[in-house]
């Protein structure tokens, strides 16, 4: 029990600190580390809950993750990030920007789960389901390019422009990735 905690405690100081944010933590090497959403929940308290896939909705849209849970939490300190098996969001970051922002944003975190960790990957994955899905088009791809334009460039998010860019290539292209 103890041991169980501290390895879980570990994971949720990773988070505290920002690097898990937006990151994904591949594998099941760490499954033990890897909260489930309702220890996450439970965790962060405030008015963080736990919707079963299904039962979100962005702007009146259902959004779905494959079989994934998402947590809503309005302490997290950025609009969305990934787990491995959950995806958070924080409500009151996503009231701020327009629909296909918001979309976009649960899109690419979805895009961590099936995906894994790296963001351009992720981003390609979220504009092509945009297109699919038809909530996404050149103005929707406009407004997430100024949504993310003021982003620094670190080893884990590139610079906007040039994330933004790898999104209108893979809008474009018609294959899959
Ligand atoms: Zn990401």
Redesign the pocket.
Known sequence: METAFRLVSRVWALLALGIGL?AFVPGHAIADDVPTPEEYAEHVGGDAHVLQPGELKLDGRQQVCGQRPTVIDSQLDDYGA?YPGFLILNPKLLAKVSTPVKLWIFA?ECG?QFRGPD?ET?DCFAVQRGRRQGWLDENGIEEICQFIAPAKGDSMHFAGSHRCAYMRQCFADPSIR
């Open positions: 937006m990934a690419h961590h963001e992720a």
